[in-house]
């Protein structure tokens, strides 16, 4: 495997806890089988639109700030893993917040869509700094994002909270050390 291929490997991982953790929340509330496909759908489009509004701010902050690109891009990555660790929302609230989002048409699909899909804004961004190759990077997102809400729903129907909170903090964890990595990287080379 090349650098690049396992940087985007690195990048799309932790994402997919992630989603995992919002499509389990959506299990536990309640989600209507027949809206499942709808669900994974919608997220699918708005985690795959939105890396590419990150790249497209990305791509020209790394040409403006040059060898500093990589660094930001690190302590970005980092820092979104530190606050995916840090926030703690009550999971009850959490799923009843979702799942009323998915009731409410156009305006609750876009509002949830773009909900879940702010790290992708981040890492979209990051990938832009550090000029990964986007297509691979798109379709790896897209095929994870489709699959693990798919999974995340039907498991969430049938398994207890905790398993959201454990979901969000090894994507955190992976993305502080995803960040550190970067870091370690750009110091040695």
Known sequence: MTGSTLKVIGFVLPLGLDTFGVALALGIAGLPPARRMHIALLFTAFETAMPLVGLALGVPLGRAIGGA??????????????????????????????????????????????????????????AGLLHLPI????????????????????????????????????????LML????????QLTS
């Open 178 to 185: 995803l960040g550190a990595v970067l870091l370690a990287f």
């Open 135 to 174: 297509l691979p990077m798109i379709i790896a997102i897209a095929v994870q994002t489709f699959i693990v809400t798919q999974v995340g729903i039907r498991v969430g129907s049938r398994v207890g909270d905790h398993w959201r909170e454990y979901s969000q903090r090894i994507a955190g964890v992976a």
């Open 69 to 126: 690109a990589d660094y930001m891009a690190a302590a970005l990555v980092a820092a979104l893993g530190l606050y995916m660790l840090l926030t703690d929302e009550d999971d009850d609230e959490e799923s009843a917040r979702l799942l009323s989002m998915t009731d409410r048409g156009l305006f609750g699909a876009v509002a949830l869509g773009v909900s879940i899909s702010l790290d992708e804004l981040a890492i979209g961004f990051s």
